[in-house]
């Protein structure tokens, strides 16, 4: 019972662990995940899945308050400064747990993994890396971290989000006189930020849109979701 404090009692799968970053991102709101966009009969007109309406599940100042904090890992004062994504904030967290091999009726190795979305101040994607059993290091921001940095910057890139002229983001971030930001499917948004305000605006919704990818290499997992919950 004493580990369930810090979660090592607790199994969760990598999209369970998505849709808690997926809530921060989205200001509190969890949105059920799809992982299939639409279906159709032989020879029919494909029909998009129903979208979840989400469910508020903290306050937008209590996810506000994570994101911040969020930032500071994947610097070079965080534990994960092998997980930033040049050119784009990114807010995320590193997780290392002992593993359970049922084989064996006792832990294995561990489990390390990152997760985190970007671009911080705007998100657009949320991105995950699992890997089990690590023989270089047992840090997820060490084995994890490298990954998530290319899986999210390629995906940001292919996605047309434009990379962010911005200085070191961090926990305690302050305010920019202007911010210009390139949303796909929406115009140019350019705002001037009042001083107490560090620019946490919000783009206009974009489709929604869920990709998966796992690869094996010698005995080690490794598995990557990417996930677009607006």
Known sequence: YFTVMFGQGVSATAIQQ?????????????VKPRLVAATREEGGEWEPTERDAGTRVVSEQTADAVSRMLTAVPTEEGTAPQAAVPGYAVAGKTSTAQRYDPE?????GV???FAGYAPADDPELVVSVTVQKPEVSPWGGVVAGPVFSELMGFALRQEGVAAQALKAWRAEATAWSSCSREASG?????W???P???CWARAPPAPSRTLIAATE???VLCM???FRWR
Request: hydrophobic share 25%; proline share 5%; aromatic share 6%.
């Open 18 to 30: 998505n849709t808690v970053f997926q809530t921060l991102a989205n200001d509190g709101v969890r």
């Open 104 to 108: 064996k009726g006792g832990y294995d």
């Open 111 to 113: 489990t390390s993994s």
């Open 186 to 190: 929406t115009a140019a948004i350019t």
């Open 192 to 194: 001037t930020p009042p």
């Open 196 to 198: 107490d305000d560090d």
């Open 217 to 219: 290499e010698s005995r």
């Open 224 to 226: 990557a979701g990417l």
